[in-house]
């Protein structure tokens, strides 16, 4: 058990109120940074499966076809928009640390 955990059993806290207000906000931050970057990568490998299981013209499918034949331009179009979709969603993904843990304040680093 952590320090803060017998502190806050301590106090006289619920063993609910000590395991969502404490110990659940302090996992749920390991869980929020691994969740985009599986997001990612099952968001584009899977595009591609889909698209050459089903036969679906999409945005898997042409960059890859396109980096088969060898066609650069697409290749660095497509690339910019896995590019920019991934760091949106890291992006929001670091949004979130804030909602689960308000500690956390962005602002402050740069002071």
């Known amino acids: 058990t952590r320090q803060y955990v017998v502190t806050a059993r301590a106090k006289g806290l619920s063993e609910r109120r000590v395991l969502y207000g404490h110990v ?3 996992a749920m ?3 929020i940074s691994g969740i985009p970057q599986a ?3 099952v ?3 899977g595009s591609l499966l889909i698209e050459v299981i089903f036969s679906l013209d999409g945005l898997g499918r042409m960059s890859y076809e396109a980096a088969v034949s060898r066609d650069y331009p ?3 179009g497509s ?3 896995f590019t920019l979709f991934g760091l949106l ?3 929001i993904g ?3 640390y804030t909602l689960v843990d308000p500690r956390i304040d962005f602002a402050a680093r740069n002071a």
């Open 79 to 81: 690339l910019f928009i």
């Open 24 to 26: 659940f906000r302090n």
């Open 89 to 91: 969603i890291k992006l």
């Open 39 to 41: 997001f990612i990568s």
């Open 94 to 96: 670091d949004l979130c």
């Open 74 to 76: 697409v290749v660095f």
């Open 43 to 45: 968001f584009f490998a």
């Open 29 to 31: 931050l390991l869980v």
